[in-house]
């Protein structure tokens, strides 16, 4: 009957008959030969050996490519469909109570205006908001009324506008994470990403809490909190280059135009007419904070003079408001002119998907502490600033920051990557460096070894043609016979005068290391045949092969790493 593997049949042996046939399918290679050590095969994992086989993977796996979207979680995504539509309004000389009717009649939206609150903090309900809508959702101006003192949460429909210094509208919400964990996040490191980077402060008072309990998450905290962890959750699931978190599309715009080039003169120019000049050329909504630049003292009708040259629109911003010691940030769907301290508390939410380069929590760790060492220590809270980079999972970052860290931090990574790309060559051989290995076998294996290993094992990475990336070599060298193994009944006997020799060969295999554990495990499976595929099938041990003697074939093994080589 044919079988794929050797076996062996017992044998009478009458006579002064040689017991030369048996010999050579026991375990010959047994034997010790001097200079050469033994190989040894401990639980190693049996593969396919057809003409499609793969070769193992190395250790390190091959970079994972990074997407470059999505850039932001916009809050469209996560907030109600009421509350994001895009419309034009102007509310220059509407009044808060005005803004609140016009929710009611243009909006469809139930609105309570909590005059007791608001009257109790300062706030008038008469008093004017001043604010307009360019096709922009509704909600940008319900976030632009809390430089105002205003807050607001929607509550079974119904929105509530309040004083924000008195909102304790916490809610419970049970988020599935069931996704998350499939993808290697754990809760602890999740609870950590939550309370350092969606409103860190609100942690530590009061009743929020987070509490895990099989797949699902459940948060207690603000509405204005529970928007912010969905994005951050649909952020950690497709994480990409870098994405921000309930960032509004309009702030990457804003962004954009900000590249642009262009040229301004400002002669003795008040500061608010060079920057609505300079809004206008930009097509960037661009306001001043009068609230930021009264805390440092500078007044809007202060003069500006500036002459500057096909230069980015934010180099000419930034060279305008250095003269007064101000900053812009983008919030609420405006860039606004303010004071450093306003800017240094416009924080921001990203994830970054760095896995290309580390793939453990140990290189995350190290990348993490990189990251805070070579960018500003005014950025980070373990230094001089109040900003923070957690590791959601390895290969994952969470970063709390001001936009200029942000844009720090990607720089910081980008040119990390170049750097590791032109060094590929290096990088990968020392991920997989390449080995010799001696495989001592007989030397009729020997032969049909040299002519099958390049087509059964790593097919397109042996050396033809001298393409210096096909590293793999294999040599053939006579080694010393050895004398079959006998046993000790006949060896007493007459009729065997002497044990046999068998010839052996060395193959002599330069190859990476990854191919090399292939190797091995193909010609432990020539020697020994598939030991799992006879258990499987149900046949006695004596059928199989190596079953005289247990030994079957072994070989004498030699590993030389190139790279130590002289």
């Given at each position: 009957m044919r079988r794929d593997v050797w076996q062996l049949r017992a044998l009478k042996v009458r006579g002064a008959s040689f017991f030369f046939s048996v010999?050579?399918?026991?375990?010959?290679?047994?034997?010790?030969?001097?200079?050469?050590?033994?190989?040894?095969?401990?639980?190693?994992?049996?593969?396919?050996?057809?003409?499609?086989?793969?070769?193992?993977?190395?250790?390190?796996?091959?970079?994972?490519?990074?997407?470059?979207?999505?850039?932001?979680?916009?809050?469209?995504?996560?907030?109600?469909?009421?509350?994001?539509?895009?419309?034009?309004?102007?509310?220059?000389?509407?009044?808060?109570?005005?803004?609140?009717?016009?929710?009611?009649?243009?909006?469809?939206?139930?609105?309570?205006?909590?005059?007791?609150?608001?009257?109790?903090?300062?706030?008038?309900?008469?008093?004017?908001?001043?604010?307009?809508?360019?096709?922009?959702?509704?909600?940008?101006?319900?976030?632009r009324l809390r430089a105002l003192g205003v807050g607001w949460y929607l509550r079974d429909d119904v929105l509530h506008l309040t004083a924000e210094e008195e909102m304790?509208?916490?809610?419970?919400?049970?988020?599935?994470?069931?996704?998350?964990?499939?993808?290697?996040?754990?809760?602890?490191?999740?609870?950590e990403v939550i309370t350092t980077a969606i409103d860190p402060d609100s942690w530590d008072e009061g009743d929020a809490s987070v509490t895990f309990l099989g797949d699902v998450m459940f948060i207690r905290h603000s509405d204005w909190v529970q928007y912010r962890i969905t994005a951050l959750l649909k952020a950690l699931a497709r994480p990409a280059e870098r994405t921000y978190v309930f960032e509004p599309i309009d702030h990457l715009r804003i962004q954009e135009r900000l590249d642009l080039p262009t040229s301004v003169e400002f002669k003795e120019t008040p500061l608010s007419e060079a920057i609505s000049e300079l809004a206008s050329k930009a097509k960037i909504p661009i306001r001043l904070h009068l609230a930021g630049l009264r805390d440092v003292g500078v007044r809007p009708r202060q003069p500006v003079t500036l002459t500057i040259r096909t230069r980015e629109y934010r180099t000419v911003l930034d060279a305008i408001l250095l003269q007064f010691h101000l900053r812009w940030m983008v919030r609420d769907g405006l860039l606004w002119v303010t004071s450093p301290d306003e800017a240094e508390n416009c924080m921001k939410t990203a994830v970054y998907d760095v896995g290309d380069l580390c793939q453990n929590e140990s290189e995350t760790r190290a990348l993490i502490d990189t990251l805070l060492d070579q960018t500003s220590q005014d950025y980070?809270?373990?230094?001089?600033?109040?900003?923070?980079?957690?590791?959601?999972?390895?290969?994952?970052?969470?970063?709390?920051?001001?936009?200029?860290?942000?844009?720090?931090?990607?720089?910081l990574l980008r040119s990390y990557r170049r750097a590791l790309l032109a060094a590929q060559p290096r990088a990968q051989a020392a991920a997989d460096p390449v080995e010799t290995v001696y495989y001592r076998v007989p030397e009729a294996v020997a032969k049909d070894l040299v002519r099958a290993l390049p087509e059964l094992v790593g097919r397109s990475t042996w050396h033809r043609d001298g393409d210096p990336k096909d590293v793999g070599t294999i040599r053939q060298l006579a080694s010393a016979p050895a004398a079959a193994p006998i046993d000790e009944e006949l060896m007493d006997s007459e009729t065997m005068a002497s044990p046999p020799v068998i010839p052996y060969a060395v193959l002599v295999v330069r190859h990476r290391q990854s191919v090399q554990r292939a190797i091995r495990d193909v010609v432990d499976r020539v020697l020994h045949g598939d030991e799992d595929w006879f258990s499987a099938n149900g046949l006695p041990s004596e059928e199989r092969a190596g079953g005289f003697g247990g030994g079957g074939f072994g070989g004498g093994l030699l590993r030389v790493p190139s790279a130590k080589r002289r």
């Open positions: 010999a050579l399918c026991i375990g010959l290679a047994l034997m010790p030969i001097p200079g050469v050590a033994q190989l040894t095969y401990v639980d190693q994992q049996k593969q396919d050996v057809g003409a499609q086989r793969k070769t193992p993977p190395s250790k390190k796996k091959p970079p994972k490519k990074i997407e470059l979207e999505p850039k932001t979680i916009d809050p469209s995504e996560v907030l109600p469909k009421v509350l994001t539509e895009r419309v034009t309004a102007d509310f220059s000389d509407s009044s808060l109570r005005e803004f609140a009717q016009w929710l009611e009649t243009e909006r469809k939206l139930v609105v309570l205006l909590d005059t007791r609150s608001l009257t109790s903090a300062g706030i008038s309900p008469a008093e004017p908001i001043s604010d307009r809508l360019e096709n922009e959702p509704v909600y940008f101006v319900l976030e304790d509208n916490l809610v419970t919400v049970p988020h599935d994470i069931s996704r998350l964990l499939a993808q290697g996040y754990v809760p602890e490191q999740l609870y980070w809270l373990d230094r001089d600033g109040d900003g923070n980079i957690a590791m959601a999972r390895p290969g994952t970052l969470v970063v709390y920051a001001t936009e200029p860290a942000h844009d720090a931090v990607l720089v």
